[in-house]
């Protein structure tokens, strides 16, 4: 599961994050699992922020627990590989628009229910990793989606 805290303005339905994992050993082909996250639940985390808690489908989560026992198995065999784990965020347009100067989110991944959650981003400003992209503000839906 994974858990985004974030400004309550900004909108994630299912879909909008998704996972990537892979793992790369000399010799090998590379492989890499990516899925979308579903909605599975919103709570209220503090005035004017909430948070959502999202899934892998079942099939998805198949995928990516495979790969992972692949990795624990290598990596238990001595075999020296690489890998690469990420959350990736799809912004989308806002009615109005919205300006993410100053927009902060904190992501944390829990991989088994009832262990403690390991923190991803913690306070990270938003708008900055977006405007490192080119995207300083998420654009107006009413003037198209490429409206900036």
Do not use: Y
Not at 19 to 40: F, I, K, N, T
Not at 61 to 70: G, N, P, T, V, W
Not at 110 to 137: V, Y
Request: aromatic residues 2%; charged residues 30%; hydrophobic residues 45%.
């Amino acid at each position: 599961m994974v858990a985004l805290t974030k400004p309550a303005a900004l909108p994630v339905g299912d879909g909008d994050l998704a996972l990537s994992l892979s793992w790369a050993v000399p010799g090998r082909d590379e492989q890499e699992e990516r899925a979308g996250l579903q909605v599975a639940r919103r709570l209220d985390a503090a005035p004017g922020r909430d948070t959502v808690e999202l899934v892998l489908a079942p099939d998805d989560a198949e995928r990516m627990a495979a790969l992972l026992s692949e990795i624990r198995a290598d990596k238990q065999k001595g075999i020296d590989g690489k890998g690469a784990f990420s959350v990736s965020f799809t912004a989308r347009c806002m009615d109005g628009g919205v300006d993410l100067a100053d927009m902060v989110v904190d992501v944390a991944l829990t991989l088994r229910p009832g262990e403690p959650a390991i923190p991803l981003l913690d306070n990270a400003k938003f708008g900055a990793l977006l405007a490192a992209r080119g995207i300083e503000r998420l654009p107006d839906c009413r003037r198209g989606a490429g409206a900036r």
